[in-house]
């Protein structure tokens, strides 16, 4: 089993529709970071978290939520999507000891019609 | 400008060659620097750290340039496996930037 969980691993659906990735870990780490990929551009950060009682955004977070409802698991929510949220999003996970040291889930691609 | 930059490629090489990935980096405060191999459709996973020094891992080698602000990758002996997209990524205080990859393809 994967030490990274992403659900769902793909998903269509409409402009305006409310959409949660859900991210869990196993590895014990503290930190937890959610990022989208597309083409070109590399992975962007949308929202990080370093403990439960610790959010902040990153460098796209508009548009986007998150709730850290325990140390291991982190979602991400788009309460209204639209199409340019189309994406491949990744949960991420790093130790404090090793923050730079990134452990990722196996992605969730999202498509907004 | 981004503040990773790396060649798109792709880098086409037969199996056995060497080839060398750059990359480079606009913010100075950075501090920690790597190498992520993503595989297509895949998630990123750590390749290898690189330090001015130099790190070797088998068949790759990785540096850093701090005075030119530039990290570079090299395969040797390239394998059929070793096509991917390869990430460089440099972080400082609680900022993880990634490049926007560079593919390869290795061809029997």
């Known amino acids: 089993d994967a030490d990274v969980t992403q659900t769902p691993r793909n998903r269509i659906t409409k402009t305006g529709k409310r959409i949660m990735l859900e991210c869990s870990q196993t590895?014990?780490?503290?930190?937890m970071y959610w990022y989208r990929q597309d083409p070109g551009l590399g992975l962007q950060l949308i929202y990080y978290?370093?403990?439960?009682?610790?959010?902040n955004k990153g460098e796209i977070s508009d548009g986007y939520s998150v709730s850290r409802q325990a140390q291991a698991k982190f979602s991400l929510s788009l309460e209204s999507a639209i199409p340019n949220q189309t994406a491949l999003y990744f949960c991420?996970?790093?130790?404090?000891?090793?923050?730079?040291?990134?452990?990722f889930g196996e992605g969730s691609r999202l498509t907004v019609l | 400008r981004k503040e990773v930059e790396q060649d798109p490629g792709p880098f086409n090489v037969p199996e056995g060659a060497t080839v060398a990935f750059n990359c480079t980096y606009s913010?100075?405060?950075?501090?920690?620097f790597f190498w992520y191999r993503q595989d297509c459709r895949k998630e990123p996973k750590l390749l290898m750290s690189?330090?001015?020094s130099g790190n070797e891992d088998g068949r790759f080698t990785a540096q850093l340039n701090r005075a030119s602000q530039y990290i570079s990758l090299l395969i040797r002996d390239s394998k059929l496996s070793d096509s991917a997209t390869y990430l460089c990524?440099?972080?400082?205080?609680?900022?993880?930037?990634f490049g926007a990859g560079t593919r390869l393809f290795v061809k029997a």
């Open positions: 690189v330090y001015s």
């Open positions: 978290s370093f403990d439960v009682k610790d959010i």
């Open positions: 913010n100075s405060a950075s501090q920690s």
């Open positions: 991420a996970t790093s130790d404090s000891r090793f923050p730079a040291e990134l452990f």
């Open positions: 590895k014990g780490h503290d930190r």
């Open positions: 990524v440099a972080t400082g205080g609680f900022k993880t930037i």
